[in-house]
């Protein structure tokens, strides 16, 4: 991205010029659509999950991979005590547990999780400027709400245009005492069993 113009007296986004920090922002979408489909053209095929899915797939810890691999090395010691699984690793032979499918797959797991890593702080930073800039502005304004939603009882004009905002106020309180409701009334969830280390 360019840096600031010679003349200009800002010197971080902060103080940046409104119709500069449009600019800005119009660019920044383009190359990250860019770069998103440099990417799909890199992996073909991409997945993207559901956000349930998100939270129930497996998370591997450091060194996780290193391990599975151990664990593979024996199943190629002693094929034969690890028939059962057979059918179980998705791949191309129902027969036959398949050891080199499945390191590929761990392998793959491990290098998607570099890449992802090493764009993390791109989206980290522009994530955390985005939620700094919304402690600028969202607690002073939602005190201007109350003040407002309390006028706008006896005062038609601004009644008319704060409305939709009350309107979307309402169903977000709703929608959160639903949530919290659901969590109250689901039973604890048991323990998860610790892995066997032994």
Request: proline letters at 6%.
């Amino acid at each position: 991205m360019p840096s600031k113009k010679k003349d200009s007296n800002w010197t971080t986004w902060e103080d940046m010029p409104i119709d500069e920090f449009r600019s800005r922002a119009e660019k920044a979408k383009a190359m990250a659509a860019e770069f998103v489909e440099e990417l799909d053209d890199l992996f073909p095929g991409l997945v993207t999950l559901t956000k349930e899915q998100r939270q129930t797939a497996p998370r591997l810890r450091d060194g996780e991979h290193a391990m599975l691999h151990k664990v593979l090395d024996v199943v190629e010691m002693k094929p034969v005590l690890f028939e059962s699984l057979a059918d179980q690793d998705e791949g191309m032979d129902p027969n036959r547990f398949e050891t080199a499918l499945l390191r590929e797959r761990v392998e793959k797991h491990l290098l998607f999780s570099k890449v992802a890593e090493s764009l993390a702080p791109v989206g980290g930073e522009l994530g955390d400027s985005a939620l700094y800039t919304a402690i600028k502005f969202r607690e002073t304004l939602y005190a201007a709400y109350r003040i407002a939603k309390a006028h706008a009882q006896t005062d038609r004009k601004v009644m008319d245009v704060l409305a939709p905002v009350i309107d979307f106020m309402r169903k977000n309180t709703a929608a959160g005492a639903a949530t919290r409701k659901s969590r109250k009334a689901a039973p604890a969830a048991a323990p998860l069993p610790v892995a066997d280390e032994a």
